[in-house]
């Protein structure tokens, strides 16, 4: 069964053109060691909560924009090899694409899928 990867993150509305072409680069490396699609989105109608939402558990500020990525992987097995592989790429090192957004406030899981319809 397939697998995703997936990450939610406040980037700063200034940084979208620079966000856009960071995950175009990452979305190459990992295609590379074996994702079968990647998915960026720029948040249009993400609401504040009282209890739990996307841009509280982000931490966003005034002038961000909550993203939703996610890598999809034929298998869990492909995804550690693949992520391991992606992670060792030079490509892949901040200095040469740092994120144009602040990592701490990155949330990150994997999930094995359950449901597709």
């Known amino acids: 069964m397939s697998y995703i990867d997936g990450m939610v993150a406040a980037v700063p509305n200034e940084n979208r053109e620079i966000y856009i072409e960071h995950a175009k680069e990452m979305a190459a490396v990992f295609k590379e060691n074996g994702a079968i699609e990647v998915v960026d989105a720029w948040g249009d109608e993400v609401p504040d909560g009282s209890v739990t939402s996307f841009p509280m ?44 957004f602040d990592g701490k406030r990155l949330i990150y899981g994997g999930f094995d899928i359950v449901a597709k319809t």
């Open 57 to 100: 558990a982000v931490n966003k500020k005034p002038g961000e924009t909550v993203v939703l990525s996610w890598i999809m992987w034929p298998s869990k097995e492909v995804r550690d090899a693949g992520w391991q592989s992606s992670m060792d790429d030079p490509r892949m090192h901040p200095d040469a694409n740092p994120m144009p």
